[in-house]
């Protein structure tokens, strides 16, 4: 029988300030001058990696999920949010796999593609698959967005009828 297949697309931005440590694809990078303004971690790729897995089977968002005005989610580990995802994934939709993941990470600095191999392997380890599944295109804004870090997730899911 022929599997079901789903894709997943997910987005996410967060404003860079002083003081805050850059975190990318569950990878923290204390070298950073700056990291994400934001409620949890702040790390674009896996919140944008968490609303592509649950847009799959039309699951909501992590911002329903997880809602910045609730004082327990502040500071939350985002690999967090993804085991939990995956979690209520499994629920729903039982034995399900992915079979491949694309990223796009739009960062002016620090520059990322040192640290590919180890954002590729933290994120294949949450998903459970190998890191040559995990695609990562990473971009700069050329000057338009230097206050900002953002991430796009395109996946691609399949599940045994
Ligand atoms: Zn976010």
Redesign the pocket.
Known sequence: MSREYRVGHGQ???RLVAGRTLVVGGVRMPDSPRG?D?H?D???LL?ALADALLSTYALGDIGRLFPPSDPKFAGLDSREIVARVLEKLELHASGARLENVAAVVTLDAPKLGARRDDIACSVAGLLGIEPAAVGLTFKTSEGLAPDHVQASVTLLLSRAP
């Open positions: 996410d931005a967060h994400p934001a949890s702040g790390d674009v919140h």
